[in-house]
Antibody, heavy 121, light 108 residues
Framework: EVQLLESGGGLVQPGGSLRLSCATSGFTFSRYAMNWVRQAPGKGLEWVSGISGSGGSTSYADSVKGRFTISRDNSKYTLYLQMNSLRAEDTAVYYC??????????????WGQGTLVTVSS | EIVLTQSPGTLSLSPGERATLSCRASQSFSSTYLAWYQQKPGQAPRLLIYGASSRATGIPDRFSGSGSGTDFTLTISRLEPEDFAVYYCQQYGSSPYTFGLGTKLEIK
C-alpha cells in the first residue's frame, strides 16, 4: 500500500525557517517524481515545487523561488522541503504528492494527509 | 503560466441529478495533461480523472471527463451523497503546474 506521511509543520515567526519531511512507503521511491502542493486556509490548491525521481531536476513556483528548496533522499524514501524567509502568506497545509512518472509532466496519483505551517508573530 | 478558470464557483444540486463542471484554460494545451481531483473537508485531494478523460483506479463510472484545447468538462452522471465536495482541475503539461480555484458541489 502506497503511503505518504508529512511532518515538520508548526508555528514559526515571519522570517523564520522550517523543514518539512514526507516519509513514503509501499513503492520504489526513486522511480517517481515528487511534489509539494499547499492550500491556504479556505483557499484552493497551489503547486509549490517538484523534483524528479533521481533528484537531478527541480522546479519551483515563482512565489517560493529563492526561499524554498526541495530535495529527496532515495535511500530513506523521504522527500523534503526546506522553507526559509517565511512569510505570513506561506501559511497553509502542505501536501506531498507522488507524480506517476519519474521525470515530471504527469498527474499526481497519491497524496499525503498534509502538515500545517503557520507563519505568525 | 496557464491559468485555469473553473465554473461555476458553487453548484447546488440534489442527489440523482447530473453535474457538469467546467474548466477553461488561458491557452490551449494537449488534453493529455489535464486532471481532475476531488477534495472533501479535512481530506487530501483524490485523483479522479487524468488525460482529460481517463478514470483513475477505483473511480466509479458515473464520473467522466471530456474536452480539448482550452475547454474541459467533468460530468457526474447521477450524484450520490458522497459526491458533494470541491473539485479541482489541474494542468501538468507545462511548468508551473496550475490548478483551478475549484468548484464546490453542494447539496441543494
Amino acid at each position: 500500500e502506497v503511503q505518504l506521511l508529512e511532518s515538520g509543520g508548526g508555528l514559526v515567526q515571519p522570517g523564520g525557517s522550517l523543514r518539512l519531511s514526507c516519509a513514503t512507503s509501499g513503492f520504489t521511491f526513486s522511480r517517481y517524481a515528487m511534489n509539494w502542493v499547499r492550500q491556504a486556509p479556505g483557499k484552493g490548491l497551489e503547486w509549490v515545487s517538484g523534483i524528479s525521481g533521481s533528484g537531478g531536476s527541480t522546479s519551483y513556483a515563482d512565489s517560493v523561488k529563492g526561499r524554498f528548496t526541495i530535495s529527496r533522499d532515495n535511500s530513506k524514501y523521504t522527500l523534503y522541503l526546506q522553507m526559509n524567509s517565511l512569510r505570513a502568506e506561506d501559511t497553509a497545509v502542505y501536501y506531498c504528492a507522488r507524480e506517476i512518472g519519474p521525470v515530471g509532466y504527469d498527474y499526481f496519483d497519491y497524496w499525503g494527509q498534509g502538515t500545517l505551517v503557520t507563519v505568525s508573530s | 503560466e496557464i491559468v485555469l478558470t473553473q465554473s461555476p464557483g458553487t453548484l447546488s444540486l440534489s442527489p440523482g441529478e447530473r453535474a457538469t463542471l467546467s474548466c477553461r484554460a488561458s491557452q490551449s494545451f494537449s488534453s493529455t495533461y489535464l486532471a481532475w481531483y476531488q477534495q472533501k473537508p479535512g481530506q487530501a485531494p483524490r485523483l479522479l480523472i487524468y488525460g482529460a478523460s481517463s478514470r483513475a483506479t477505483g473511480i466509479p463510472d458515473r464520473f467522466s471527463g471530456s474536452g480539448s484545447g482550452t475547454d474541459f468538462t467533468l460530468t457526474i452522471s447521477r450524484l450520490e451523497p458522497e459526491d458533494f465536495a470541491v473539485y479541482y482541475c489541474q494542468q501538468y503539461g507545462s511548468s508551473p503546474y496550475t490548478f483551478g480555484l475549484g468548484t464546490k458541489l453542494e447539496i441543494k
